[in-house]
């Protein structure tokens, strides 16, 4: 790794996703063994529970753990002893769910629109609201691969990246959940690919997890292979943690200060990632401004 700050938490994963910093610990998904991981203070990496559908977003509501399983396009709960469905999106959504974050009102769940492969064209597709009761709505529509989010810490503007668009837009939050007045809140590259291959190829930036500082500014888990950076509104790069060969997926901030940004990391996309490679690694930065405190949902 290129970077001196950066150094290994944790290795021997297939393929980490949205990481939670949860309860003064590191949630974390590995999507291709299925498991929900925690690490503990000291170190040791905890098997939380394990799911055939792809576990990717986490959420935690009222001491329960959200899931997201990919695949089979629902949202589990665990309490501690068994899987249960919070929401089922498998009638309304074609394509495998992603990410999720939790708000006050209930959840945003976004979905991949169209297949994950070098060959596919690039489409638009809708971000969906679960309220607590476990009923879903559609809250904003016209998304091209909507991943990470991050909610203000007063609730009142939710950030999402669009991986495959290369930016990040903002809607504002109502305090029923509904969404409106979209904008752009960084871009990244004016070009619009036509497929996930060309928008690989372009060099962009495709932000995919994001995390939320105390200022303001955003980390970005480059997915196109930059590392991660930390953004102002409008666009304007304040850090780099250059991974060298290695590609960022998803960004937290995390430890007992909010000051550690945890990284999930691993080979470029395009690499044929498979089930049974284990080179997927957890990385941690220490920065000087932290993250917001989530422990108010």
Not at 100 to 128: D, K, M, Q, R
Request: proline letters at 5%; hydrophobic letters at 45%; one cysteine or more.
């Amino acid at each position: 790794m290129t970077d001196s700050r950066v150094r290994v938490v944790a290795s021997g994963f297939s393929f980490l996703e949205s990481p939670r910093w949860h309860d003064g610990r590191l949630w974390l998904s590995d999507l291709f063994t299925g498991l929900v991981h925690r690490l503990d203070p000291e170190g040791s990496v905890v098997d939380v529970c394990q799911l055939a559908g792809r576990p990717s977003g986490l959420g935690f509501v009222d001491g329960a753990l959200l899931v997201v399983s990919m695949t089979d396009r629902r949202v589990l709960r665990w309490a501690g002893d068994a899987l249960a469905v919070a929401a089922d999106l498998s009638s309304l959504v074609d394509h495998p769910l992603n990410d999720l974050l939790v708000t006050p009102t209930g959840a945003f769940v976004g979905s991949f629109g169209f297949p994950l492969e070098l060959s596919s064209p690039l489409a638009s597709t809708g971000l969906w609201r679960v309220s607590r009761d476990g009923s879903v709505d559609l809250a904003a529509t016209d998304l091209v691969f909507p991943n990470g989010m991050a909610l203000s810490q007063d609730g009142t503007t939710l950030l999402v990246a669009e991986t495959f668009a290369s930016r990040i837009t903002a809607f504002d939050v109502s305090a029923r959940g509904s969404l409106s007045g979209r904008r752009t809140w960084a871009r990244f590259d004016d070009a619009a690919a036509a497929t996930v291959g060309d928008a690989i190829a372009g060099g962009a930036v495709l932000p995919d997890g994001i995390a939320l500082d105390a200022s303001g500014a955003v980390w970005v888990a480059d997915a196109g292979g930059g590392g991660a950076m930390r953004v102002a509104p409008g666009g304007a790069v304040l850090d780099v943690v250059d991974l060298g060969e290695l590609t960022a997926f998803a960004v937290t901030l995390g430890g007992p200060d909010l000051r550690t940004l945890y990284l999930c990391a691993g080979p470029p996309l395009g690499n044929g990632k498979t089930a049974d490679r284990r080179d997927g690694v957890l990385l941690a930065v220490s920065v000087e401004v932290p993250g917001i405190d989530a422990g108010r949902l």
